[in-house]
């Protein structure tokens, strides 16, 4: 089981591959209410068994029930020692708020270009059944989608909360490659209402079931949050959908120069093509934010690449936008390619063993913060 570790893949940048186009003891959390009921996986007939595939066949659950949600609750009473801010403090007790989820199954085309739920796939006739391969969604995957643990936002949660914002009961937040649902579903209860944007078109038939997404039940008196999640190239498309009036917008492991603007060669499907230019980039995100609201890009990386190997772009952290784009957009700069990797590896060295994802001596964290003026 992972912990709260990044696996260096930009959700963004995994999705454009895989369609081929340019993502001390800690002090101790809260009794947990009474635990949620499981998130239940809808009930229609099953498909016919597809195929079995090379690189997808029917995965058995890694883990059961229950098993990864106390694992995070682990983790978040471990790592919280390790943060200031009473709302990260707060992001990190919501895990007691956390259902277990019953496995489910979700199936693929053969490029993984095409992804269908249960009732999806029975929908389908038997030949395009029996093409399909099958990912078995357990509770780990269900949390994490393979990308990161929802812990990881906690800090980036710090920044924010140092920096003077104050998300409130009804807090719009946008999640720019969300990648996961997990830290959606925290930040929902404790009120907030979420918008997950992404181009990784399995997340759609993941997260598809009653009761992912939607209107999120309060933790501990808070009241209930909402999760939306949405499926396309923000800002090129799905402005209308995104709406405006957002206290909080943040991008993890998505906006790296390596991905954007690398400056040294990096094959064409390891990059993130934003499909607009950078000025109407900035300028959608600072239409977007609510005034004072802030655009947090976090960013955690191994050891850049030397400078006579071939990049690997998930390496180069820094912002792939300059300060003086960032003011000519409107914003004020508040950070710019700021080093937070000391505060991320005392967080790293308080929770379990990081199973060797990340090496704790050379990976860097840097992030840019800007605000929308009042």
């Known amino acids: 089981m992972r912990s709260a570790t990044v696996s260096f893949l930009a959700s963004l940048a995994l999705a454009a591959c895989e369609a081929g186009t340019p993502n001390t003891v800690a002090a101790p959390a809260p009794s947990a209410p009474q635990a949620p009921p499981p998130v239940a996986s809808a009930a229609p007939p099953a498909p016919s068994a597809p195929a079995a595939s090379a690189d997808a066949g029917a995965e058995p659950p890694r883990h059961g029930e229950g098993e990864m949600v106390a ?98 009961p009804g807090a719009r937040v946008l999640d720019f490659g969300y990648g996961s649902i997990g830290h959606l579903r925290m930040l929902a209860s404790l009120g907030l209402d979420l918008t997950g944007v992404e181009v990784q078109v399995r997340l759609l038939s993941l ?119 960032w003011k000519a957009a409107g914003f004020e700069v508040r950070a710019f390619d700021e080093k937070d990797t000391d505060a991320m590896r005392r967080i790293y060295s308080a929770i379990e063993s990081d199973d060797g994802q990340i090496d704790l001596d050379t990976f860097y964290v840097l992030y840019t913060l800007v605000q929308r003026k009042k």
């Open 207 to 325: 997260y598809a079931e009653p009761g992912d997404t939607g209107s999120i039940p309060g933790f501990q008196g808070a009241p209930a949050g909402r999760i939306r999640l949405l499926n396309g190239f923000f800002p090129s498309e799905l402005v209308p959908e995104v709406g405006a009036g957002y206290r909080l917008a943040i991008a993890k492991n998505v906006l790296k120069k390596g991905y954007i603007h690398p400056d040294r060669p990096v094959p064409e499907r390891r990059l993130i093509h934003l499909r607009v230019d950078d000025a109407t980039f900035l300028r959608s995100f600072h239409k977007l934010l609510a005034p004072g609201g802030m655009f947090l890009v976090f960013n955690i990386c191994a050891a850049l690449t030397p400078p006579d190997q071939p990049l690997a772009p998930m390496t180069d952290c820094r912002s792939p936008f300059t300060r003086e784009q």
């Open 71 to 168: 694992f995070l609750r682990r983790e978040a009473a471990a790592m919280r020692s390790e943060l200031r801010a009473p709302f990260a403090q707060r992001f990190l007790d919501a895990t007691a708020a956390l259902p277990a989820v019953r496995t489910r199954r979700v199936f693929h085309d053969r490029d993984k270009s095409h992804w269908y739920t249960e009732a999806q796939a029975a929908a389908l006739s038997a030949d395009e059944r029996a093409a399909l391969g099958t990912l078995e969604v357990d509770e780990e995957r269900w949390y994490d989608a393979d990308v990161s643990s929802p812990l990881d936002y906690a800090r980036p949660l710090d920044i924010v909360s140092a920096a003077g914002l104050e998300l409130g």
